[in-house]
Every structure is written in C-alpha cells, then in structure tokens.
C-alpha cells in the first residue's frame, strides 16, 4: 500500500474486518447513524463514518452535501435527529459546547468567527482560558492561581502563535488582520484549547496556491504533534495531498469513504463533483 | 481669505473636527509616552483634587463649576453615587455586552435591604446597625441579580432588554403598593454609617455631604481597582469574548452562561453597594427614589462616557449627574433650565450618536477601529 511511507499514522482503511488486524486503530469520534432533519429537510442522512487517532480526514463533498451541518452536529451545535455521536467513549448529544470543547475538540469557521476587537494574543488567550480555573475572586485579588494561569496562558498563546507564524502581530486588534492572517490565527486560538481532535472548515478558502501550501505544511506539522484533524475542503488537490482518507458526502449521504486515491477513482464521486453524462444516467 | 478658494462649511468644520481631534491624540499620545511616575503623580493629583473639591475653601475658587441652585456638596455625592452605578454597569454593558435597562433595579434593592433590616420604622425591627447591613445588602442584591439572570440570561439581545426593564418595573410598583416596603410613606431614621470625632460628634451627620462624598470617593477607587483587575483576567476575556461573539466564545471553551451571570451578579452586587451608601446618607428612603428613568439615565452615561472603558464610565457618569444638577436655578427666559434637562439630554445622546457613537472616551479597541477607518479614508484620498 501506497500510504506506509506515512509512517506516524496507521493507514486507514474503511472496512470493518481490518479493524481487528490493526490494534492502534483507537477510534476517536463515531459518527454513528447520524440523521439529522430540519423541519421536512433531511440535512443528514444515516451519515457513519468513524474517525481514528492520529489521522487526518478529509470531509468533502459539492456545495450544500451537509460537510459544516456534519461539523456542527458533531461539535455540539446542532442536535442529531437520530443516531448519535460518540467523542472518545462518551456521547456528544447533551453536552454544553464548552464542555466539548473541554473534552478535546476544537474546530475553526468556514466564515472566520474571531473576537474582532481583542488583540491576537487575546484571541488565542481566549482558547487557552478553556483549561484554566481561575474564578472570580481569584482574579479579583490576584490570587497566586490566576497570576500563574496567566502567565502559563500567556505564553503558551505566544508559542502558538510563533508556530502558526504571526507572532509579530500579536498586539495587533483581530479584525486588522489580514485575511490569511485571521485564518492562521483561528488556527492558533483553536489549538490553545489543547484539542485532541481539531475540526478545520474550509481553511484554505480564498488562499492562493502558495498559500494552500504553507497550509498543508501547517497541518501536517499540527499532526504530528499528535493531534487529529478533520478537514473540510473543496479543494481536491488540498485534500488528496495532505488527508490519510476521505469522507465524501452528497445530499446529505455519504456516497463514498477510503483512501484518497480510491475515493478519486470512485465513479460515484466523480459523478457527484462533475455530474453524469447524459447517456450514462 | 479673499485669495483662496475656500472649501465651503462643512468641511470647515470637517476641519475644526480633525484638529480637535488631532490634540485629543497628541493629548493621549503624550499620556502614553509619559514616563510612569509622572502618571502616578498625575493620577495622586486627581484623586486629591476630588478630595479636595467638596471643602468650601477649595471649590469656592473654581469658577462656574460649583451649582449654584443646589448645594454643591450635596450635588457631588449624588454625582458619586451615579459614578459608582456606571461603573457597575458598564461591567454588564461595555464589557459583557448585555442591555441591561434595569440596573436602577438593584440599586433599590440595595437601599431597601438597608431600610427594612434597620429602621424602626420596618415591620421586622431588626435595628441592625448600618455596617451590619451593607455586607448583607450587597450578598442580596448579587442574589437578586442571579435570580434575575438565571432564567433571563438565555436570552439574547432585546429580550433581555425588556425583561430587565420589567424587573426594574417589578421592584418599584412593589415600592409603591407593597406593605412590607411602606410605599411613600417610606422608612425613616436609617441610620448613619459609624465613626466619631475625637469631641464626640459624629464623624457622619445630617448636615455635612462632604464624609459621605469621601466614603463614596473611596469605595469607587476600591471598586474601579477590582473592576480592573477582572478585566485583566480571565474573566474579562471571557466578558469580551462573549459580547464579541457568544457563539466562538462557547465553541472556545467559554462558559457563556456563567460568566454572563457572573458580569450581571458583579454589577448587581456594585449597584447595591450604591443603595446602601445612599440609604445610609438619606436617613430616608422611599418609593418616589427609584423612578425607571434613573436606569435610562446611567444607561445614558455609560454609553455618553464610552462603552467598555473604566475611565469613560467614570466621566460619564460624572458628567450627566453633574449636568443634571447645574441646572437648578439657573433661569432662561422665565423658566429654569432644571425643568427641561432631559430634553438636554436627548440632545445630547442624539449629537453624540451621530458624532461621536463610541463615546467620549472609547475603549482602546472602539478607538483603534476609528482610528482604521480614518486611515482607510486617508488611504482612499
């Protein structure tokens, strides 16, 4: 198989028998039967797939197939109609979206979400308060907690933005940011959370291709710190180049699911992304 | 003049706007450029200088400053109490982000919980003394203050709006018609907050404003370093966070829902801080204190001052308490400007909102973001 030479990862592969043959494959989120309505439209349907430690998947599909419905049913925003959704072990559906968070998600937006008026270091601080139990009164009389929390915060925010590369800017206000910027700086405030699994929307939209390549690097180097990734991307090439499988999605189903060179080759995705010829249908 | 062709008035003025302007940020430059200890004088100078200003001997050199229809002694501790009450609401307004129309709300319960739990005239009897009870009236109105944001919290926006302008409703017709509350009638002979003299006479008395005025000035230094020290924290990360966008700030982690109950049981605890200093310098209070405009009028203040920033809080609520009662006793045209200060007042919030919507003294981050936009123009020419 062409995937060993990715050696951090287990190669994945979508059947169930080869589950038992490869014992590090610890699953980490199970979208399980996901059905998931809105009013008379199915925005999901029966959507299962598993996602497994240490891997970066990719989530793709033609505009409208239900890729972010999919990312917000799983962190917590939406509600699964049916079926359920299972992060390390434990049930997401009932949690509060800061206790997902806590538990180790930590996604970014498709249209960047930053706190606009709060410097980069701020908004990557923001991230880094997740894990901190500062209270009230502590912070009010700057207690020897709250003075340690934010020193800890504070630099673990400087090193993320050092990694994601736009620590230089880090007095600057979010919405001065330029565009590419703002990305990375998601990026970064989603890491502050120490995520095990982190869920990036689209991040390459609007990038230019020497930028989707820095992107990819930036990925790659994130998984290798050991976090898993789930990736949403319309690009095609952004998504066989850096994802270890992939996950596609139409109307809401999922049509296909394997290694990306299979998922390329498979006829039912390259009818959903380019249509079928007429004789053919 | 002549030789020139002048631009026509309106960027005349444009013009006189960009100057002002320019020596606003030559002034602030200046400030942030100041070494430190020529801040902290300046700041030791201030805080003496509010100490001063209630000592005849002083103020009576201040020109126009001092009221003239009221005495002027008495105008700066009701202006200190609305400095205190902006300072709390700006907590839950500037910082957290959420319209609380209310706020007047918690002051009363502030000063009624001094009233019942210590004037004779209260069916309980209790007689505490005063400083007893301060602690008590703040623990109930943070009390109040959760309860009143447990269920209402969940909300967003304008309906939280309303529902706390109806709580505020709620705590005055219960003022005026409830029994236990005494209505206009009211309670008398609250007592006096405790200190002497070394003659004996009592360091807080009936006649003199000016130990109240202290009291006040102190605790809102107290209050503004606390307040300070929160929004340098955790905690006021999470506020901003949550007023930025509630939605990323709960997918980052946040505890939406406890810290917008924590921002609305700080201001609430604050507001009755205010009540039981006021209840404690009245001797009296009743149902006619607690009219709903004195919430739209620290509302104005805060908003007058520049959301989201202590010290614009602070000129704020200064500024409109003060205003208020300059113009006792002033006459134009056979009537006193008293009689139509809150058609000033809308005048006022009217220009500022077109001129000036981030307020006098705007948080760093408004001010930055005009500070942009005027680059972007500048850019654009």
Not at chain 1, 159 to 184: D, K, T
Not at chain 2, 44 to 69: C, H, M, R, S, W
Not at chain 2, 172 to 199: C, E, M, T
Not at chain 2, 344 to 366: A, C, S
Request: net charge positive; charged share 20%; hydrophobic share 45%.
């Amino acid at each position: 198989m062409s995937d060993t030479e990715r050696t951090p990862v287990v190669p994945a592969q979508a059947d169930a028998p080869m589950v038992e043959t490869l014992p590090a494959r610890e699953p980490l989120l199970e979208v399980d039967h996901v059905t998931l309505r809105f009013g008379g439209v199915v925005a999901l349907n029966d959507v299962d797939f598993t996602l497994y430690k240490g891997e970066i998947l990719g989530l793709i599909g033609p505009n409208g197939a239900g890729k972010t419905t999919c990312f917000n049913a799983m962190t917590g925003i939406y509600q699964p109609s049916e079926g359920q959704i299972r992060f390390r072990g434990e049930k997401i559906s009932g949690k509060k979206r800061h206790q997902i968070t806590q538990l180790g998600m930590a996604r970014t937006f498709q249209n960047i979400r930053l706190f606009p008026e709060m410097t980069a270091l701020e908004n990557v601080q923001v991230g880094a308060d997740a894990h901190h139990r500062t209270s009230v009164v502590s912070a009010l009389f700057r207690l020897p907690r709250h003075r340690r929390e934010e020193r800890e915060g504070r630099e673990k925010a400087e090193r993320l933005l050092e990694f994601v590369g736009i620590r230089p800017r880090m007095h600057e206000f979010a919405r001065n940011l330029s565009y590419g910027e703002q990305r990375r700086l998601e990026i970064a405030r989603a890491l502050a959370t120490d995520p095990v699994l982190l869920c990036l929307d689209e991040p390459a939209a609007g990038f230019n291709p020497a930028e989707k390549e820095e992107l990819l690097q930036l990925i790659r180097q994130i998984r290798d710190t050991g976090v898993t990734v789930l990736l949403i991307e319309h690009d095609m090439r952004l998504v066989m180049g850096v994802t270890d499988r992939i996950v596609v999605l139409e109307f809401g189903k999922k049509i296909a699911e394997g290694l990306p060179a299979e998922v390329r080759d498979n006829p039912k995705v390259v009818a959903a992304y380019l249509g079928v010829p007429d004789d053919a249908a | 003049m002549t030789t020139t062709v002048n631009p026509p008035t309106p960027e005349q003025q444009q013009g006189i706007g960009t100057r002002l302007r320019h020596g606003r940020e030559a002034i602030s430059q200046r400030w942030h450029d100041a070494p430190r200890w020529v801040r902290w004088a300046a700041l030791v100078a201030l805080i003496a200088f509010f100490y001063a200003l209630p000592n005849k001997e002083f103020y009576q050199y201040l020109g126009p400053i001092p009221t003239t229809g009221s005495n002027f002694t008495q105008v700066l501790f009701t202006v200190s109490i609305y400095v205190l009450l902006a300072v709390g609401l700006n907590i839950v307004v500037g910082f957290a982000g959420l319209l609380d129309l209310g706020y007047f709300g918690f002051f009363a319960v502030g000063a009624y919980t001094v009233a019942v739990l210590t004037s004779p005239s209260s069916n309980l009897k209790t007689l505490w003394p005063w400083l007893l009870v301060v602690p008590i009236a703040i623990a109930l109105t943070m009390v109040s203050g959760i309860m009143l944001g447990t269920p209402t919290l969940r909300l967003r926006g304008d309906y939280l709006a309303l529902v706390t302008l109806g709580f505020a409703e709620m705590i005055r017709i219960a003022a005026v018609s409830s029994d236990f509350l005494k209505g206009q009638r009211g309670f008398n002979q609250i007592p006096h907050p405790p200190g002497k003299y070394a003659d004996g006479k009592p360091f807080f008395g009936v006649l003199d404003a000016r130990p109240y005025y202290w009291l006040v000035l102190t605790l809102i230094i107290l209050v503004v370093l606390g307040v300070r020290n929160l929004t340098h924290s955790r905690v006021g990360r999470a506020w901003i966070s949550i007023r930025e966008d509630e939605d990323a700030a709960q997918l980052m982690g946040v505890p939406t829902f406890k810290f917008k109950l924590w921002a609305f049981a700080s201001g609430a605890a604050i507001a009755g801080l205010a009540g039981a200093l006021f209840a404690g310098k009245q001797n009296f209070v009743n149902s006619q204190n607690f009219e709903l405009l004195n919430s739209i009028i620290i509302l104005a203040a805060v908003i007058l001052g520049g959301s989201g920033n202590i010290v614009g809080a602070i000129v704020g609520g200064g500024l409109v308490a003060y205003m208020i009662e300059r113009f006792r006793g002033i006459e134009l045209f056979g009537t006193e400007l008293y009689e139509y200060r809150f058609l000033f007042f809308g005048v006022v919030l009217v220009v500022m909102m077109i001129f000036r919507p981030q307020g006098i003294i705007p948080n760093r981050r408004r001010a930055a973001e005009f500070k942009d936009r005027r680059k972007e123009v500048i850019v654009g020419e």
